[in-house]
C-alpha cells in the first residue's frame, strides 16, 4: 500500500506541475486513451499507476521538445 501511496503522489505532484506551469496541455490531458479506463470497475494496480505516471511523463517531453 506504502508504494501505492508513493506513486500516487509523485502523480499528483506532476499533475500539479503540469497545471500550474503548462496549463495548455493540462486542459488536454482528460483526451488522454491513456486516462480512460476500458471497464466500469478497472483493477488500479501498482502497475497501472506506474504505467499512468510513466505516460505523464512522456506527454510532458515530448510537449516540451515540441515547445
Request: proline fraction near 4%; aromatic fraction near 6%; glycine fraction near 0%.
Amino acid at each position: 500500500m506504502k508504494n501505492k501511496q508513493k506513486i500516487l503522489t509523485k502523480i499528483s505532484n506532476l499533475l500539479l506541475d503540469i497545471e500550474k506551469n503548462h496549463h495548455e496541455l493540462y486542459v488536454h490531458l482528460d483526451e488522454n486513451p491513456m486516462t480512460i479506463p476500458i471497464s466500469n470497475q478497472p483493477n488500479i494496480d501498482t502497475k497501472s499507476l506506474e504505467d499512468y505516471f510513466i505516460s505523464l511523463k512522456e506527454i510532458l517531453k515530448k510537449y516540451k521538445k515540441n515547445q
